[in-house]
T-cell receptor, first 112, second 115 residues
């Protein structure tokens, strides 16, 4: 039982490049989320999903796209990377609305 | 939308002293509340959760938190700090006008334990 798996662990991009951060969970959780963590700002919600085919915006969605074609996978796409997107990104899942979040180990992204 | 306020971005305590980390929330409906801990260069781990059962919640590593509806607070305490408690702590809420589908985090409190 791997839990929530994020890849890659580290990534360096140049401004304007695109990439996809992968997230997979093997717990059959309906709810999945993407957060970014920046010093002094805690975790801010980017996008979330309440089930396959259903996604919605969080607090800071600009510059990011998501899709949820299966229960297991919830990739995060950066369409045109900007230095302001330098951050640590966490994917998380939970079973129900009153369940705790299970976090992946994070992806540290640097945009130069 | 629901929100979480953590007072004090940095808290220092002596080893063996009481740990008190403050969390206040806003929610128009009964919230679900969580405390998470993050050790350096690691992900977040659940410490404890409140989901409308007992108002005093006990978690891992000797931590506990009390839900006080009248004060809209969910402060985290530990009677005696240990060096291994040095980490960043996050309070989180689900519920309120933002609905239960989202989980909103506070800005975090870094705990330093002085030997």
């Amino acid at each position: 039982n791997a839990g929530v798996t994020q890849t890659p662990k580290f990534q360096v991009l140049k401004t304007g490049q695109s990439m996809t951060l992968q997230c997979a969970q093997d717990m059959n959780h309906e709810y999945m989320s993407w957060y970014r963590q920046d010093p002094g700002m805690g975790l801010r919600l980017i996008h979330y999903s309440v089930g396959a085919g259903i996604t919605d915006q969080g607090e800071v969605p600009n510059g990011y796209n998501v899709s949820r074609s299966t229960t297991e996978d919830f990739p995060l796409r950066l369409l045109s990377a900007a230095p302001s997107q330098t951050s640590v990104y966490f994917c998380a899942s939970r079973e129900t609305v009153n369940s705790p979040l299970h976090f992946g180990n994070g992806t540290r992204l640097t945009v130069t | 939308a629901q929100s979480v306020t953590q007072l004090g971005s940095h808290v220092s305590v002596s080893e063996g002293a009481l740990v008190l980390l403050r969390c206040n929330y806003s929610s128009s409906v009964p919230p679900y509340l969580f405390w998470y801990v993050q050790y350096p260069n690691q992900g977040l781990q659940l410490l404890l959760k409140y989901t409308s059962a007992a108002t005093l919640v006990k978690g891992i590593n000797g931590f506990e938190a009390e839900f006080k509806k009248s004060e809209t607070s969910f402060h985290l305490t530990k009677p005696s700090a240990h060096m291994s408690d040095a980490a960043e702590y996050f309070c989180a809420v689900s519920g309120g006008s933002g609905g239960y589908q989202k989980v909103t985090f506070g800005t975090g409190t870094k705990l330093q334990v002085i030997p």
